[in-house]
């Protein structure tokens, strides 16, 4: 995730994301200009104006904790108790200063919905709007902004419990999908070891038994226990064979398994991914699918961590130029700082590895972003030209 934006459901690592999330919580804050006016222009005593200015203040630190720590799971009971601070000073200060000061049961609404589960918050909000229809009966000329203030305070508190919901959705679902992930890491690590035990298991028993056999054979038949001997090296050598080509299986980069961790590394990144399905990869030489499946890696690892981009494209296409049907590889973003003025260490191993699958690398900043091409040839040297 870049250093400004704050997604959905969670919470700020950093400063700058806290004055982010502060900001867009605080910008309806706005709507209370009618209280800040009367405080200017409403002809109270220098006495009244200080004791308005603090009750305001209070009473929009005490909103705004509430509001920014939505979804945290807070004891209902301190969140209620603070609720019923909000509302106190609410009717105090309407009562006091006057109808303008009507608006902020708004704002109790609105922290009704936003900081309690939906099954207390059906009651709060219309039991703050009933005080606000009762207080604006007992504040000179009130019920004349009684319409206006009382749609809004039901509206916007339940809208708010919609909100506090698709918040705590959102952490779930963070929640489960690490829970997935590390499941299949250690769904990975079980095939793993099974696979090792099933290419072992059989030869470790070979090499155990031709051992004991050349053990008992040493004394008064070498030339036999010298055969026992040839035959644990050949055991052993086909065991590390195998050994090497499962180890490599596993790690060999593979094109569709890098789409679907790319699609998962952007999304965590609040980056909007357009992403392809994957073609079709016959024919296509092993290491022409490593080396472009490394160079999406690399190329999806600069935007999650260095662009700042709110939007990536991937596109994977089958060209014919004129030496021979490639496939390319296009990553293009809009972000400020994925580029640079030159090739990285990550750039200049891509372009190195792509060169030995006889591929090729471009990558460079646009004037909005940065775009990475990567070609590699869909068929062996030996196979382009030769006859269908």
């Not at 969140?79 to 608006?103: D, F, K, P």
């Not at 050598?237 to 790319?262: I, K, N, P, S, W």
């Not at 994977?316 to 030496?323: A, E, V």
């Amino acid at each position: 995730m870049n250093d400004v934006g704050v997604g959905i459901g969670q919470r700020p690592v950093n400063r700058r994301q806290k004055v982010v999330k502060s900001l867009w919580t605080g910008i309806w804050l706005v709507y209370l200009s009618a209280p800040v006016t009367d405080l200017l222009h409403g002809g109270h005593s220098t006495g009244v104006r200080i004791l308005g200015w603090l009750g305001l203040a209070a009473f929009v630190t005490w909103y705004m904790l509430l509001v920014f720590r939505t979804g945290r799971g807070e004891r209902n009971g301190l969140v209620l108790g603070s609720l019923g601070v909000l509302a106190a000073q609410s009717a105090l200060l309407a009562l006091t200063l006057g109808r303008e000061w009507l608006v902020l049961f708004v704002y109790v609404s609105i922290a009704s919905g936003a900081a309690l589960p939906p099954r207390m918050a059906r009651w709060t909000i219309p039991g703050t709007c009933a005080l606000l229809t009762a207080v604006s009966f007992a504040v000179p000329d009130g019920h004349s902004y009684l319409g206006g203030l009382l749609i809004p305070a039901l509206l916007g508190g339940f809208a708010m419990t919609g909100v506090r919901e698709l918040v705590r959705t959102t952490i779930a679902l963070r929640e489960a999908r690490a829970t997935v992930a590390q499941l299949a890491a250690n769904e990975e690590r079980l095939r793993l070891a099974r696979d090792l035990h099933d290419l072992l298991g059989h030869s470790l028993s070979l090499i155990t038994l031709k051992s004991e056999l050349a053990g008992r054979m040493l004394p008064g038949q070498p030339e036999k226990a010298a055969q026992q001997v040839a035959d644990i090296e050949q055991v052993s050598r086909q065991a590390l064979v195998d050994v090497r080509e499962a180890v490599t299986g596993y790690r060999r980069a593979r094109l569709g398994a890098e789409l679907a961790g790319a699609r998962v590394a952007l999304t965590a990144a609040d980056v909007v991914a357009e992403l392809p399905a994957e073609p079709g990869l016959s024919g296509l030489p092993e290491e022409s699918e490593t080396a472009l499946a490394w160079a999406l890696r690399e190329a999806v690892t600069n935007v999650v961590r260095h662009s700042g981009a709110r939007r990536c494209t991937v596109e994977l296409l089958h060209r014919q130029t004129l030496d021979g049907p490639v496939l390319e590889l296009t990553v293009e973003d809009d972000g400020s700082g994925g580029g640079g003025t030159g090739h990285g260490n990550g750039l200049t191993g891509l372009t190195e590895r792509l060169a030995k699958a006889g591929g090729t690398l471009e990558a460079g900043p646009l004037k909005h972003g940065f775009r990475l091409v990567a070609r590699v040839p869909t068929a062996r040297p030996a196979d382009i030209g030769s006859p269908a």
